[in-house]
């Protein structure tokens, strides 16, 4: 095996070099505010946790939310680490300093602030290897999302670096307009449409505990569960095929 799968070594002559485990890392931005970011950041990194990979939530936004709900995080759920990315670095203190990941973190999960653009936005995909846009089903949302969408694509990172963007409606109730509107929007522009989340209170409960639906028991649960399952599992089948990608470019 090669790559940087931690157990693999690529052989130079008699030097075995090991090299240490890439996480992966999934951005989740909109330039809107409001829209889930923080509830599918969270969610995410909570799934993430419960699959026992080794997780770190990333906030970038200089709200805290993440950061804030890391801290309510009961010491029986699955453990995360958390790094407050936002903020100015003080003294002889440098951001990579700042921003570095505990050992052996396999994947980061990035929580990024409303009205995040131009350079800022350009350096966070790059440095993530998805992108998760959450969206809201309403006129305002929908339109908004699409000028965000299309700043994305004109920064030309997706293209250049070969990375998927998906979209989730957030706080979805089936059958309605919106959601038929949406769906027809998401085809349009020719990208996935994995699932979406329900508009429920579970959202808000769990997160006043710094929980995700991940992590709550309980038949009322499944119905959601099982939508995070189809989004976690279409993100690790993604992250897997970009790093099968990356291992058949190494070893050109
Ligand atoms: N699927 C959902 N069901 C019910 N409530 C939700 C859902 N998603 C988000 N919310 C609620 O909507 C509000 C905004 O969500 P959230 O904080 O995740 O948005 P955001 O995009 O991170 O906002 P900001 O731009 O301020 O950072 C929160 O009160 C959150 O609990
Ligand atoms: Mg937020």
């Given amino acids: 095996m090669q790559g940087d799968d931690p157990r693999s070594y690529r052989d130079f002559g008699d030097l075995r070099v090991i090299p240490r485990a890439q996480p992966r890392t999934v951005l989740v931005a909109n330039a809107k505010g409001g829209c889930g970011k923080t509830t599918l950041a969270t969610n995410l990194a ?7 990979k080794a997780t770190a939530l990333m ?9 804030h709900w890391l801290k309510l995080r009961p010491d029986a759920a699955k453990p995360l680490s958390g790094i407050a990315a936002y903020g100015r670095v003080s003294g002889t203190e440098t ?8 050992r052996h973190v396999e994947r980061v999960v990035v929580d990024s602030p409303a009205g995040l653009t131009g350079t800022d936005l350009y350096d966070r995909i790059s440095d993530a290897d998805l992108i998760l846009v959450p969206i809201l089903p309403s006129p305002i949302d929908i339109h908004s999302a699409a000028n965000f969408i299309r700043e994305i694509e004109m920064t030309g990172a997706l293209r250049e670096q070969n990375k998927q963007l998906l ?12 959601f038929s509107t949406l769906n027809a929007f998401l085809s349009e522009l020719g990208l996935p449409r994995v699932t979406y989340t329900r508009d429920s ?3 808000t409960r769990a997160a006043a505990q710094g929980m995700g639906i991940a992590d709550l028991l309980g038949a009322q649960v499944e119905q959601e569960k099982s939508h995070w399952n189809r989004i976690g599992g279409w993100i690790e089948h993604q992250l897997a095929l970009r790093q099968q990608h990356r291992q058949q470019m190494l070893q050109r």
């Fill in 59 to 67: 906030d970038f936004d200089p709200q805290g939310s993440s950061a």
């Fill in 167 to 178: 979209v989730i409606a957030n706080r979805v109730r089936r059958n309605t307009i919106m």
């Fill in 201 to 203: 209170q579970l959202y």
């Fill in 95 to 102: 951001r990579s300093f700042r921003n570095r990941l505990p």
């Fill in 46 to 52: 909570a799934w993430f946790a419960n699959r026992d």
